[in-house]
């Protein structure tokens, strides 16, 4: 199978129901307080940047309800200023905007 739009939504999917899986009952404190986890869930918002850039204009210029710009923006605030990235915004979207973006997203 080539790297399409289709392989690359099926990727941030996947990114987004593992964040959506492992985050169902952490609270933003008990995040602080496993590194390994906000690790991984830090790598996975990467991830799913890294799948939207790579989805073509066609894709994204259809879906204006799919918040490019901020998956794109939260993930260089991760990658180039990691220790300066608030917790409170992270947890937020790991809780919240996560699940909205795959329901927008699992529909298509």
């Given at each position: 199978?080539?790297?399409d739009?289709?392989?690359?939504?099926?990727?941030?999917i996947?990114?987004?129901?593992?964040?959506?899986e492992?985050?169902?009952?952490?609270?933003?404190?008990?995040?602080?307080?496993?590194?390994?986890?906000?690790?991984?869930?830090?790598?996975r918002?990467i991830?799913?940047s890294?799948?939207s850039?790579?989805l073509?204009d066609?894709?994204k210029?259809?879906?204006?309800?799919?918040p490019?710009?901020?998956?794109?923006?939260?993930r260089?605030?991760?990658?180039?200023d990691y220790?300066?990235?608030?917790?409170?915004?992270?947890y937020?979207?790991?809780k919240?905007?996560i699940?909205?973006?795959?329901?927008?997203?699992s529909?298509?």
């Amino acid at each position: 199978m080539g790297k399409d739009d289709f392989f690359f939504k099926k990727k941030m999917i996947d990114d987004m129901e593992f964040i959506i899986e492992h985050m169902k009952n952490q609270t933003q404190e008990s995040l602080e307080e496993n590194p390994v986890l906000l690790d991984s869930m830090m790598f996975r918002l990467i991830q799913i940047s890294e799948s939207s850039r790579n989805l073509s204009d066609e894709f994204k210029e259809n879906h204006p309800e799919i918040p490019w710009l901020a998956i794109n923006g939260l993930r260089n605030r991760i990658v180039h200023d990691y220790g300066n990235v608030k917790l409170g915004i992270v947890y937020k979207t790991l809780k919240e905007d996560i699940v909205d973006v795959n329901a927008f997203i699992s529909k298509l």
